[in-house]
């Protein structure tokens, strides 16, 4: 089993360009997340969805859109990019325990 | 969710127990204690949780104290291969507001041969 899976892995992005970061879960968990994470600064989360069709800011949402088309995909959106966006991004799915389990990243720069 | 606090940094020589503290003293009574783990440059992985009983599976043990506001995550002998960054988190079971799920910076934790 894959579990969750991004896309891409790393990513040089210019200010102001569009990007799309993928995110793909095999588990038929109905509950997913994107969180971000910086240096000194920990897991924050940006933003969520319960389910299918739903979708919920969290603590960091500014200059990000997600949609929630069906069970497996959470695509996070940056419209226009911006320097303060350069992090390590993690896509996460949990269990109906609310145990999560999280995919392996993607890298991204934004100069 | 209930905040936790956790040291910064301890370090564990190879083949013997590390116990990794947390506090949680403002815990609710239906909120778990989770521990995750993440090794460098990837990303977190789950290890284990508990409400009020101690908790063991095949990659740690979890003791929580009877007032419930610490806990103590137990590798039994360590390897290299541990060394990583343990985050303790305190949430409500199967919470729907995902919104309150706060992790701190964790205990980084150094395995030495």
């Known amino acids: 089993t894959a579990g969750i899976t991004q896309a891409p892995t790393s990513q040089i992005l210019a200010a102001g360009r569009s990007m799309t970061l993928r995110c793909t879960q095999d588990?038929?968990?109905?509950?997913m997340y994107w969180y971000r994470q910086d240096l000194g600064l920990g897991l924050r989360l940006i933003h969520y969805?319960?389910?299918?069709?739903?979708?919920g800011k969290g603590e960091v949402p500014d200059g990000y859109s997600v949609s929630r088309a069906n069970t497996d995909d959470f695509p996070l959106t940056l419209a226009s990019a911006v320097p303060s966006q350069t992090s390590v991004y993690f896509c996460?799915?949990?269990?109906?325990?609310?145990?999560?389990?999280f995919g392996p990243g993607t890298r991204l720069l934004v100069l | 969710d209930a905040k936790t606090t956790q040291p910064p940094s301890m370090d564990c020589a190879e083949g013997r127990a590390a116990n990794l503290p947390c506090n949680h003293s403002?815990?609710?009574?239906?909120?778990?204690v989770y521990w995750y783990r993440q090794i460098h440059s990837q990303g977190p992985q789950y290890i284990i949780h508990g409400l009020k009983n101690n908790e063991t599976n095949e990659m740690a043990s979890l003791i929580i104290t009877e007032d419930r506001k610490s806990s103590t995550l137990i590798l039994p002998h360590a390897t290299l291969r541990d060394t990583a960054v343990y985050y303790c988190i305190v949430r409500a079971y199967n919470a729907g507001n995902n919104r309150k799920l706060i992790w701190g910076l964790g205990t980084s934790l150094a395995v030495n041969p």
């Open positions: 969805s319960n389910t299918a069709g739903t979708t």
């Open positions: 996460a799915s949990s269990d109906s325990e609310g145990t999560q389990y």
């Open positions: 588990m038929r968990h109905n509950a």
């Open positions: 403002t815990i609710s009574g239906n909120e778990y």
